[in-house]
C-alpha cells in the first residue's frame, strides 16, 4: 500500500488523488469518504505525517452538514447535495477549514453572517446564485480563490471583495456591466476571469485599483466599443483576453499604457469580433516596445485595403496571427489571407 500513499503539497488535489492508508480516520459520517491529506515523511524514520483531513460528501441529497465530521477537518466537499442556502456560518465551527466545495447544489443563496478567518478557497460552481452578499464576503478575511463559475449573477454592484483575493472566477453568469471601482478593495487580485456573460459596458474606471492584475479574460461578452485608456488602469496585466465578443470600434488609445509595469510579453486577444479597419496608432503606440506584445486579430471581417497593408507591414511584429487574418472586404479581396496581400494587387 505505500505506493498509494501519495505525497501531495497541494490541497486542490485532495480530493482526486491523496490517498493515504497510513493513519485511517476513524470518525467520519457514514455517507462521506474521510482521508488524510497533504503528507509528507519526515526524520530519519520516513514517518509519514499529514497535515490535511479531507471530507467529501458527494452526491447524497444532503441539505445540511451530517453530524460527525473531524473537527479539524481542511478540506470540505459537499457537491452535487441539495443545499439550496450555503451558509457559511454553519462551517465556522471548522477552525482549520481552509477549502470548501459546495458545486452543483442549485443553491439559489450565499449567506454569510459571522467572520470565518481559516477559508482559502471557496468554490461554488454550477449552482443558482442570483447575487452575492455586499458586504459579506469581505468576512473571509484570508479568501484567496473564490469560483462562482456557472451560476446566474446579474449584478454585482456594490458588492465587496475579499481584500486578499488572489483569483475571482465568475465565468458563465448573467453580468450586464462592470461598475466603476467594483474592485477598489481587491488590489491583490491577480486573475480575473469573466468569460460569458452578457457585459456590454465597462465603466471607465473599472479597472482603476487593479494595480496587481495579470490576466483579464472578457470573452463571449457583448462588448462593442473600447474606449480610451480602458485598460490603462492595469499596470501589471500581461494578458487580456477580448475574444467572441462584437468589437467594431476601437479607441487607439485603448490599450495605451497596459501592463506598462509588466515585462512579460503581453497577448491582447480580439479574435471572433468585428472589426473591419485598424487605425494605424492603435498599433503604432507600441513600436518601440514590439517584443513585448502581440495582438491577435483572426476572425474579424477585415477591410483590406492599402491602408491594412501599411499597417500590416510597419507592425508587423506586433501581430501575431497574420497568417490567420482574412479579408472580407472588399468584394476583389475577399479570403485572400492578410499575410499574401500584395500592395501591387491591392491598392492599384
Ligand atoms: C484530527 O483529529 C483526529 C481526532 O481528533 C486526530 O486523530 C488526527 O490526528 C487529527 N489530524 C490532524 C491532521 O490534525
Ligand atoms: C459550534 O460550536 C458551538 C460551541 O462549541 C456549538 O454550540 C454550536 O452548536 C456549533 N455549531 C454548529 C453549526 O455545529
Ligand atoms: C437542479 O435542478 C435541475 C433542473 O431544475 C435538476 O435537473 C437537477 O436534478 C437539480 N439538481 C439537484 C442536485 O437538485
Same mark, same amino acid.
Given at each position: ?6 505525497? #501531495? ?55 445540511? %452538514?451530517?453530524?460527525?465530521?473531524? @473537527? *479539524?477537518?481542511?478540506? +470540505? ?7 439550496? #442556502? ?6 465556522? *465551527? ?20 459571522? /467572520? ?14 442570483? @447575487? ?26 456594490? #458588492?465587496?471583495?475579499?481584500?486578499? +483575493? ?10 450586464? @456591466?462592470?461598475?466603476?471601482? %467594483?474592485?477598489? =478593495? ?6 480575473? =476571469? ?11 474606471r473599472a479597472f482603476k485599483y487593479l494595480i496587481g492584475l495579470e490576466s483579464l479574460?472578457?470573452?463571449?461578452? +457583448?462588448?462593442?466599443?473600447?474606449? =480610451? /485608456? @480602458?485598460?490603462?488602469?492595469?499596470? =501589471? ?9 462584437? %468589437?467594431?470600434?476601437? $479607441? ?16 491582447? $486577444? ?21 517584443? $513585448? ?8 471581417? %477585415?477591410?483590406? /485595403?492599402?491602408?491594412?497593408?501599411? #499597417? ?37
Amino acid at each position: 500500500m505505500h505506493s498509494n500513499c501519495l505525497i #501531495v503539497f497541494s490541497i486542490f488535489l485532495l480530493f482526486d488523488v491523496a490517498r493515504c492508508s497510513y493513519q485511517t480516520i476513524t470518525e467520519c459520517p457514514e455517507m462521506c469518504v474521510c482521508e488524510n491529506t497533504i503528507c509528507k515523511r519526515r526524520g530519519k524514520s520516513r514517518r509519514l505525517e499529514c497535515s490535511g483531513v479531507a471530507v467529501s460528501c458527494y452526491g447524497k441529497g444532503l441539505d445540511q %452538514i451530517p453530524p460527525g465530521i473531524p @473537527a *479539524n477537518v481542511t478540506g +470540505l466537499s459537499f457537491s452535487n447535495n441539495n443545499f439550496r #442556502v450555503i451558509d457559511l456560518d454553519y462551517f465556522s *465551527n471548522f477552525t482549520r477549514l481552509t477549502d470548501l466545495i459546495v458545486n452543483e447544489n442549485n443553491a439559489t443563496e450565499l449567506r454569510i453572517g459571522r /467572520d470565518i478567518r481559516s477559508l482559502k478557497r471557496l468554490t461554488l460552481k454550477g449552482n443558482q446564485l442570483t @447575487a452575492l452578499p455586499p458586504k459579506g464576503l469581505t468576512k473571509i478575511k484570508n479568501l484567496l480563490t473564490l469560483d462562482l463559475e456557472n451560476n446566474q449573477i446579474q449584478d454585482i454592484r456594490g #458588492v465587496r471583495f475579499p481584500r486578499k +483575493l488572489d483569483l475571482l472566477n465568475l465565468n458563465h453568469n448573467q453580468l450586464r @456591466a462592470l461598475p466603476a471601482g %467594483i474592485f477598489r =478593495k481587491s488590489k491583490l487580485l491577480r486573475v480575473l =476571469k469573466l468569460n460569458n456573460n452578457r457585459i456590454d459596458t465597462i465603466h471607465n474606471r473599472a479597472f482603476k485599483y487593479l494595480i496587481g492584475l495579470e490576466s483579464l479574460e472578457m470573452e463571449g461578452n +457583448l462588448l462593442r466599443t473600447l474606449h =480610451k /485608456d @480602458a485598460f490603462t488602469g492595469l499596470p =501589471k496585466a500581461w494578458y487580456l483576453n477580448l475574444k467572441n465578443n462584437r %468589437i467594431s470600434d476601437i $479607441h487607439p488609445m485603448s490599450f495605451r499604457l497596459f501592463g506598462f509595469k509588466n515585462e512579460f510579453h503581453h497577448q491582447i $486577444h480580439l479574435e471572433n469580433n468585428k472589426l473591419r479597419f485598424f487605425d494605424r496608432d492603435l498599433l503604432g503606440i507600441f513600436i518601440t516596445r514590439e517584443n $513585448h506584445y502581440s495582438f491577435h486579430f483572426a476572425g474579424n471581417p %477585415i477591410f483590406c /485595403d492599402c491602408n491594412l497593408i501599411n #499597417v500590416r507591414d510597419e507592425v508587423k511584429h506586433l501581430i501575431g496571427d497574420t497568417p490567420k487574418m482574412v479579408c472580407d472586404s472588399p468584394e476583389e479581396n475577399r479570403g485572400t489571407n492578410v499575410n499574401v496581400l500584395e500592395i501591387e494587387t491591392c491598392c492599384f
